[in-house]
């Protein structure tokens, strides 16, 4: 589990200076239009997860427990699944998630989770050669070098990622990752493994009958 914190404007200069939807209510959780997700927007059951791609322990979760999640619930439509961006850990992970998170929004909503999936898949790596490592990422997706610079040097970007962080961290009242609610029944924080997701939205779908 990682603790929340805002970053300030000179946490990408490494990267830089290297390189010279509607709101929709559902189970008390309102699903705002900066909110990116999977699924079936008319389920009945939502689960947000609270997530930064510079955390170790929420990539554990993504590499052991959201193949089978997916699977079973968002690409069945039994879950509307919402994402939402945090920035936590030390500078390595800040500056990996931020990075990761201006070039994942760059990249357009259909490549959004692509890219957090391959930021997931390359830690522990990521952490010792970040701007390499999310440089590849973001040619794997079409990005040219100079495009990247752009946007993960895009200070206008970055204040809107603080800001939707602030955001996530008061509105949610979340101050660690990963943090799931489900139906606006927040879980503990941390690692969760597939049972008590699974048991949280049989709970939810029983409530919505």
Known sequence: MRRFQVIVMTV???FTLAA?????TGGGSAVLPDDMSMGDPKAKVTVIEYASVGCPVCGHWQKDVYPAFKTKYIDTGKVHYVF???LVGGGAE???ASGGFLMARCA???KYFAVNDAVFASQPGVFEAPRETLLNIAKSVGMTEAGFNKCVGDEKALLALNKRVENNAKQGGVDSTPTFVVNGKK????FQPLEAIEAAIAEAQAAAK
């Open 12 to 14: 990408l200069a490494a």
């Open 20 to 24: 010279c939807n509607g709101a929709k």
């Open 84 to 86: 939402r961006e945090m």
């Open 94 to 96: 800040v500056a990996v």
């Open 108 to 110: 357009g909503k259909d």
């Open 187 to 190: 879980l503990e924080a941390g």
